[in-house]
């Protein structure tokens, strides 16, 4: 099946720096990548939703401006956690969505990113 | 628009007895559901889905799932649980019409298979 890759897999950054969490879809195009966050035991949360080329759609309540979601091409997505904190702290999950053949809706998603802030 | 109800937190299990894990759905349309599996620090890795065609789906790992119009639900079982199957599912509804291409998760069922 379709692979969906997150790097780095975790990362530890001191608060006030800015993290960058890159998405990319390996062996197929994504129309649209989709950024989730999770705490613990909890469920995924989507925090936006971004389309190549375009500005990418953030749900109520997400701060456009502390993350930042770049998707230069239809295979890599990248989120940036500016000028983080602690409260920032979380599993971060990125999914990419593509129209295959046949005209099927797939979803496909990333192994997380686990990002600690000190 | 579009949810998922999973009623219950945590579902404990005895290894070898029959597992099943609810889920509930609303949609204006008609559904698409998935149902989703999380290790702990793991990404979600998909089990099944239900599109359209025959109501009992079979999935991974010996998982199979049973769409019901009339009940708007789509339980998850698996007729004879590991202790491997310990984790963190997730049901997830999309709904059909045009153009909609975003999931809405439940809260997630913590499954516990006791040795």
């Known amino acids: 099946g379709a692979v969906v890759s997150q790097h780095p897999s975790r990362v530890i950054c001191k608060s006030g720096t800015s993290v960058k969490i890159e998405c990319r879809s390996l062996?197929?195009?994504?129309?649209?990548m989709f950024w989730y966050r999770q705490f613990p035991k909890q469920s995924l949360m989507l925090m936006a939703t971004s389309n190549e080329g375009s500005k990418a759609t953030y749900e109520q309540g997400v701060e456009k401006d502390k993350f930042l979601i770049n998707h230069a091409s239809l295979t890599l997505s990248t989120l940036t956690v500016t000028s983080a904190h602690p409260e920032d702290s979380s599993f971060y999950i990125c999914s990419a969505f593509t129209i295959e053949r046949g005209g099927s809706y797939e979803q496909y998603f990333g192994p997380g990113t686990r990002l600690t802030v000190t | 628009a579009q949810s998922v109800a999973q009623p219950e937190d945590q579902v404990n299990v005895a290894e070898g007895n029959p597992l099943t894990v609810k889920c509930t759905y609303s949609v204006s349309g008609n559904p698409y559901l998935f149902w989703y599996v999380q290790y702990p620090n793991r990404g979600l890795q998909f089990l099944l889905k239900?599109?359209?065609?025959?109501?009992l789906v079979k999935g991974s790992y010996g998982f199979e799932a049973e769409f019901n119009k009339s009940q708007t639900s789509f339980h998850l079982k698996k007729p004879s649980a590991l202790v491997s199957d310990s984790a963190l599912y997730f049901c997830a509804v999309r709904d059909s019409f045009y153009g909609n291409n975003r999931l809405a998760f439940g809260k997630g069922n913590q499954v516990v298979v006791i040795p």
């Open positions: 062996d197929f195009q994504a129309t649209t």
């Open positions: 239900y599109i359209t065609g025959d109501n």
